[in-house]
């Protein structure tokens, strides 16, 4: 009974971040989480262009307030904007805004939009990052095309710190699947390794002294 209960719930937690992803639309919104107090529901849309999110003295904010109360009996629901202040290392905005270059310019400047925005993000300091395009690119037939670049982890704990998402472009010759994988230069990797300069400088000087320093050869014994 509990199990029935904890999918319910996740199934409509799916389904508000859903609708309110598609009432702002593809581009503006990269997550939206939903947190439980004491005194309501808080929910907090995470975006890059925080202006379009609000809109004209809140009248977009209050739009979505409205409907989710409506839809999903909310008692009181509270709406935050959170700005993403450095959207090139965030995967969800990279990922709709090559979405949105295929369904504008079409599939055939692929290789265009995915170098531009790898070199965006590298250029922004990205450790890595990978960018997987899928679909009827260039021909008729299913393809898969990938685009990386830098250091990306895919394995074990510290693979947790990359940032993926995915996206969908719906384009003439059909529909294009984004994957995108970025590793900020923020990110925390338990297996790096730090290198004393200074220790490295004088290990360098030592063995370079053992190296120069003469050989002193043995003195043999004469035989009788």
């Known amino acids: 009974m509990e199990e029935k209960q904890t999918v319910k719930f996740k199934k409509e937690e799916f389904a508000i971040k859903e609708s309110v992803k598609k009432m702002l639309g593809k581009g503006k919104v990269s997550k939206v989480r939903i947190e439980y107090t ?3 529901e808080k929910i907090i849309i995470s975006t890059n262009k925080p202006g379009l999110i609000i809109g ?5 904010l209050n739009e979505i307030t409205e409907y989710l109360r409506k839809h999903f009996k909310f008692e009181n629901l509270h709406l935050d904007v959170e700005e993403i202040t450095e959207p090139e290392f965030d995967a969800q905005i990279v990922a709709d805004e090559i979405a949105l270059g295929l369904e504008r ?4 400047k692929f290789k265009i939009l995915a170098y531009r925005s790898l070199e965006k993000v590298m250029k922004a300091g990205a450790l890595g990052c990978e960018i997987r395009l899928s679909g009827k690119l260039p021909s008729s037939r299913a393809k898969t095309w990938r685009f990386a670049q830098g250091y990306l982890k895919k394995t074990g704990d510290s693979s947790k710190v990359v940032d993926r998402a995915q996206s969908r472009a719906e384009t003439k010759p ?6 995108v994988s970025i590793l900020s230069p923020r990110a ?3 297996d790096k390794i730090f290198i004393n300069e200074e220790l490295k400088e004088k290990l360098k000087m030592n063995q370079q002294e ?3 320093k003469p050989v002193k050869k043995s003195k043999r014994s004469k035989k009788d």
Do not use: A, M
């Not at 004209?56 to 977009?60: H, I, P, T």
């Not at 310019?105 to 055939?108: R, S, T």
């Not at 059909?174 to 994957?179: D, H, S, W």
């Open 210 to 212: 053992l190296e120069d």
């Open 105 to 108: 310019f079409g599939p055939l």
């Open 56 to 60: 004209k003295g809140g009248e977009k």
């Open 188 to 190: 925390v990797l338990k």
């Open 38 to 40: 004491p005194v309501g």
């Open 174 to 179: 059909g529909t294009v699947g984004i994957k």
